[in-house]
């Protein structure tokens, strides 16, 4: 599975309604963009804990590890090793 394409994905259905024609990078600032909120990032844990079946925890919920597609991907593949 592709995470980051996963994550684009998801991350498009769920905000896009908000920000028509929005077009992500991999490493786009998803907080400093605009594109997900603290409320989102939630949302956006919950999926990455449901989808590859693993657990972000607390210390693992920070900016930099929720900036950008490319550094959740990094923050996944870790949690997979």
């Not at 994550?7 to 929005?22: T, Y």
């Not at 594109?35 to 930099?64: C, K, P, R, W, Y």
């Amino acid at each position: 599975m592709d995470i980051e394409k996963n994550l684009m994905d998801f991350i498009v259905s769920e905000f896009g309604a908000q920000h028509p024609g929005l077009s992500l990078g991999p490493e786009d600032n998803l907080f400093k963009e605009g594109i997900i909120d603290s409320m989102g990032a939630l949302q956006l844990v919950n999926h990455i804990e449901q989808t590859f079946d693993l657990s972000i925890s607390d210390a693992d919920i920070t900016v930099a590890n929720f900036q950008s597609i490319a550094a959740i991907g990094k923050l996944v593949r870790g949690k997979l090793k």
